[in-house]
């Protein structure tokens, strides 16, 4: 297996066997992400080790999303969208997109289901704060501004109307994670309808009014946005930190970390040392644990 293809490797050792989806691979047609050398990475296993990361720890968070009035099944089509844009042809075949590929994956979201809440499978808010929470995944840093004033970056959006292509063969990938996502027990109706939408898309056309967050947002939707967003970034976070290797997955990281934890009993300076280390390493990846968890997979 490919250097970079850590998302696969940890997969893996989730599944305790080669994912169902070894011998049909697409990763090299569809990468979870860019560096200098092109696309790397796998986008299947990084989205299926996003929804793995939120089950390992649904009994500890469900109580938390269920007093934001959000159900379990709204995190995971969020997780299952966010990055629904990296399978534009713009993104497969480009290493630096011309669109910012949240963008994407929320108009894709706001069209997949609109389809969905018309056929009454979905709330309307479902769409309406999954869209959104797909648009700000990569926004993170201005939270602040988004509670204090109800908008987002408004310089990242597109001249509404830009129109986006999926890759020709983008059914390859979705049935891929169609796969693994029976294989994990997170394959249900709304799941298979919503993949089944995604794939009928040949392009979408950006209207950032239907995925963007305006001063007519309510309250009580901002709150269900945020803190859908804050899951989201959670395990996409964890997910993304086994792109490298498998040495660099965060539970890996950690037990790195607990393991130098002894010298932190020396003194301040190994306190300090220890600190550092900690907050530098598993920065965004860390809270929270499970109950149950362990450092072992």
Known sequence: MDEDL?????????????????????????????DVSGG???????TALCILEATRVKDDIIAVLNKRGIEWKTLILALLLHDSGKLSKDYTSMNKP???????SAQIAYDVLTAL?????????????????????????????????????????????????????????????????????????LICLTISEISKISQIKLRPSTYTISSGT???????????QWFMLLFDNR???ARRNVNFYWSEILKEVTRSSLEANSCVDGVIRFSDRLLSRLRGKLTPLPRTWSLTL
């Open 6 to 34: 850590g998302e696969c490797l940890i997969l893996k050792t989730f599944l305790k066997k080669d994912p169902p989806c070894s011998r049909s691979c697409t990763h090299k047609s569809f990468p979870s992400y860019h």
């Open 40 to 46: 790397r990475g796998c986008w299947v296993a990084h």
């Open 98 to 104: 011309r669109i910012h590929h949240n963008e994407v």
């Open 117 to 189: 809440q018309k056929s009454g499978y979905i709330a309307d808010y479902e769409k309406n704060v999954v869209s959104r929470s797909c648009f700000l995944h990569m926004e993170y840093y201005l939270w602040r501004n988004m509670v204090k004033g109800g908008f987002t970056t408004i310089n990242q959006i597109t001249i509404p109307g830009k129109i986006i292509e999926l890759a020709d063969d983008v059914q390859k990938p979705l049935e891929n994670l169609e796969l693994i996502l029976k294989e994990i027990g997170e394959f249900d109706r």
């Open 218 to 228: 309510s309250h009580e939707t901002l709150l269900k946005i945020l803190s859908l």
């Open 239 to 241: 997910a993304s930190s």
